[in-house]
């Protein structure tokens, strides 16, 4: 049986650029705007991988194991890092079944093998295969999700943009939700740049805010609070008619803090004080 498989590793290595070359066809074909493009940078890892389930065959477990993990560490993120898709990528592993399966079965016949080697082979093909998609797919994940993370905390950084107005005071637009994340990023952001530009009037805007609810309000006075902590005064505004009703519904009082339905109402009144 050992002769056997050292041939059946050895024709599928003799035919690696022919494998390689048929599933770049039937990928290009099945994912064209996804994939057809990048071909030159896939087609030598395609032939790479024929060469790993080649060896696979004739290696022992663990060894054959080793091998395809160090691979598919490293071209997981290189196709993650050419902005392939991981369903474009797990598409393929039909077609090296179907490639390496057709040079095994005529080795079989050349060799006139049994059942029983042949589903040998089979089954060590099928196991290199299940290690590949494994050990493709982690870090192919994790780089993604790495990226996700980094352009979510680039998107979060801007949403929370202290503007100088003038000496001493600034303003900070809100735009949109406020979630715990975003309102820790908002009072890390608050108290920075109130120390940096050395504020005294620090105006928060909720013109763009759509939903003020009793989390939002919370947020909102742990900042107040914050900033009176390093001397600097919080005031609010953009109190839309939606946003008093629903801080009178939720029996919250603002008398300690000065409110305005309009940016420009709290800007003038701060040109005046200052």
Known sequence: MKAIVQMASEQVLNRKEYIA??????QNKNYPTELKDKTDELFPLRVE????????????????????EAWGVETGRMCARLETTLDSML??????????????????IEQQIGIEELYELISKLDHA???????????FVEYQTN??????????????????????????PLIGTIDTYRAKLIMEESLNQSVRLRLN???LDL???????????????????????????????????????????????????NTYSTLKQALADLVIQC
Do not use: C, W
């Open 21 to 26: 070359t048929q599933i770049t066809s039937e």
């Open 129 to 139: 295969m299940n290690l590949v998609v494994y050990y493709f797919s982690v870090p």
């Open 49 to 68: 991988l024929v060469t790993i389930y080649a060896k696979s065959l004739a290696l022992r477990e663990e060894e054959a194991e080793k091998s395809i």
């Open 201 to 203: 009037y620090f105006v």
């Open 91 to 108: 598409g393929e592993v039909p077609h090296y079944r179907k490639y390496i399966g057709e040079v095994l079965k005529e080795v079989a």
């Open 207 to 257: 013109s763009g805010v759509p939903i003020v609810d009793t989390f939002v309000i919370q947020q909102l006075f742990q900042i107040i609070e914050a900033l009176r902590l390093v001397g600097v005064e919080a005031r609010i505004s953009g109190i839309k008619p939606e946003i008093a009703l629903s801080v009178v519904k939720l029996d919250i009082s603002f008398k300690m803090v």
């Open 147 to 172: 990226l996700l993370e980094q352009s979510r905390n680039e998107i979060l950084e801007l949403s929370a943009p202290v503007v100088p107005i003038m000496e001493g005071v600034a303003v900070l």
